[in-house]
């Protein structure tokens, strides 16, 4: 079975802090993928990454920015942390053209 | 733009119902349509894959259609368990290497027991 792992569950952080979020897949995928998930506006695709070091911007990447350095693991970055970042974050990968998996997701709360 | 809708938002049945979720979409230039399941505070578990070429996918109690010219597909639910309460979430792919996904979002479903 795919398993993706995103490395906290919940999290709480300042305003203006550098916030980093972690996600590792298992299974040799290509492709992966950072979401944010809001109430009544539904998963909006972040960044995303079809190799290493390759990175393409999603729908909302601003006051994002992301790293994949290795091929199993995908960073999501908020460079200044802002209190309308709280969001649930939830990242995916895929090989070439095939369905995405997903992590159980990280909760961001910014105070 | 385009866009995925999920109507209605909210549904609740009674246990052993056989129940419809909807989702439409606005462009008929569709590569895939993936439906998903959402528990609470958890990521989405993939249920069933639709490419464009197909017109349903079936799996267990589960089937899905697919009708690229009115832009609508529907989740079909036999026998629902309360066990099936959760979020479904549909999403186009765009097809190619990474077949990005447009999400509508959500039908929160009830089964009550």
């Known amino acids: 079975d795919v398993k993706v792992t995103q490395s906290s569950r919940y999290l709480v952080k300042r305003t203006g802090e550098k916030v980093f979020l972690e996600c590792v897949q298992d299974?040799?995928?290509?492709?992966m993928f950072w979401y944010r998930q809001d109430p009544g506006l539904g998963l909006r695709l972040i960044y995303f990454?079809?190799?290493?070091?390759?990175?393409e911007k999603g729908d909302i990447p601003e006051g994002y920015s992301v790293s994949r350095e290795k091929k199993e693991r995908f960073s999501l970055i908020l460079e200044s942390a802002s209190t309308n970042q709280t969001s649930m974050y939830l990242c995916?990968?895929?090989?070439?053209?095939?369905?995405?998996?997903f992590g159980d997701g990280t909760r961001l709360s910014i105070l | 733009k385009q866009e995925v809708t999920q109507i209605p938002a909210a549904l609740s049945v009674p246990e052993g119902e056989n129940l419809v979720l909807n989702c439409s979409f606005t462009?008929?230039?569709?590569?895939?349509l993936q439906w998903f399941r959402q528990d609470p505070g958890k990521g989405l578990t993939s249920l069933l894959l639709?490419?464009?070429?197909?017109r349903e996918q079936t799996s267990g109690r589960l089937n899905a259609s697919l009708d690229k010219s009115s832009g609508r597909s529907t989740l079909y639910i036999a026998a629902s368990q309360p066990g099936d309460s959760a979020t479904y979430l549909c999403?186009?792919?765009?097809?190619?290497?990474?077949?990005?996904?447009?999400f509508g979002t959500g039908t929160l479903l009830a089964v009550q027991p």
């Open positions: 639709i490419q464009s070429s197909q």
């Open positions: 299974m040799d995928h290509e492709n």
């Open positions: 999403a186009r792919g765009g097809g190619g290497a990474t077949n990005k996904l447009i």
């Open positions: 990454s079809y190799d290493v070091k390759m990175k």
């Open positions: 462009d008929s230039a569709i590569y895939n």
């Open positions: 995916a990968s895929s090989r070439r053209g095939q369905p995405q998996h």
